[in-house]
């Protein structure tokens, strides 16, 4: 490891897995932290208990703002372990001159989501620091939510398993990415921030099996399938031609040089799933509008194993990497 941190640090890759593991699980670790779900599973496999911290930039953005992608972000996390968002925490930082009207709206933005996912706050903090200590304003949020569908664990995912996504990628990095330039686009390309458990609810409730969910947030999908490739012992090949992407994000990754497997999604997940139940899955999450392009992209195999390998329509194979380097800082 380097002496000091870096961006790259939080960039949800390489190196930001190499942070968690020999600092913070070095002190932390125990049986519930080392099994590096999105939620811990708690009080005898019956709550999900979530925690993450939002410093986006730009604080609103095509498609959302720092407020939707707080409650968002936690409610995701607590949907991937199938559990269903009760209640939640909301901490804040304020920078001091910050305005009241902006700070009304990141607030109701919260509280359609709340509503759309069932939860509410219970508790919270404020704190206002100088100008400049901060910019413009963080977000806190902690959540539970009660256990839906028991065993769904990304340390779960065998050769069984067949692997989808939800949605086409790479939406809320490119918007962010586009926004913080103020690059415009022809077309009204936006962040693809939004509630999950809706969808997650509808699976269990169709009695789809479920092995592993995750949201790909900070990494993008590459690090969502790196990350099951270890925990799992595995390997997983991707058909690189079946992964959807939106004209506008691959024009922009062209443009700029990016791997839209690497960007933010804040509104898109990856799915592994027993082969029999796939087909019911996806007539599932194709009655939602966003994830009517949900596809199988992948397989899971014991060619590399804790590896991901991206198969070209050219007959080429490669290996799909962890993201590395700086990548989009403040990003969520």
Partial sequence: ?????????GNGG????????????????NDILSKSEDAAVIHNGELAF???????????????????LAVCGTCNDLAMMGAKPKYLTCSVIIEEGFAIRDLEKIV?????????????????????????????????TTGIGEIRQRGISSNNITK?????????????GATIFAARE????????????ASLSLQVNALMEAGVKITALRDATRGGVAAVLNEWARQSNICIEVD??????????????????FEPLNLANE?????????????????????????????????????????????????TKRFLDLPTGELLPRIC
Avoid: W
């Fill in 14 to 29: 390489e190196e930001n897995n190499e942070l968690i593991s020999k600092v913070f699980y070095k002190a932390f670790e």
């Fill in 160 to 172: 069984d398993d067949l692997i989808l996504i939800s949605r086409d990628v790479g939406r809320h």
């Fill in 240 to 257: 690189e031609e079946s992964i959807p992407v939106s004209e506008e994000v691959y024009g922009s990754c062209e443009m700029l040089g």
């Fill in 1 to 9: 490891m380097t002496k000091n941190i870096t961006l790259a640090h």
């Fill in 182 to 193: 103020g690059i415009e686009f022809s077309s009204a390309l936006q962040s693809d921030c």
């Fill in 108 to 140: 109701r933005s919260m509280k359609k989501e709340l509503e759309i996912n069932g939860a509410v706050i219970v508790s919270g903090d404020t704190k206002v620091v100088p100008k400049g200590a901060v910019d413009k304003i963080f977000i806190n």
């Fill in 267 to 315: 509104g898109t997940f990856v799915l592994a799933l027993p082969k029999e139940h796939v087909q019911k899955a996806l007539k599932v999450l194709h009655g939602f509008e966003n994830s009517s392009n949900a596809v199988i992209i992948g397989k899971v195999s014991d060619a590399y194993l804790k590896k991901v390998i991206l198969n070209s329509s050219y007959g």
């Fill in 50 to 68: 979530s925690t993450d911290s939002f410093t986006v930039s730009p604080i609103f953005f095509p498609g959302g703002d720092i407020g939707k």
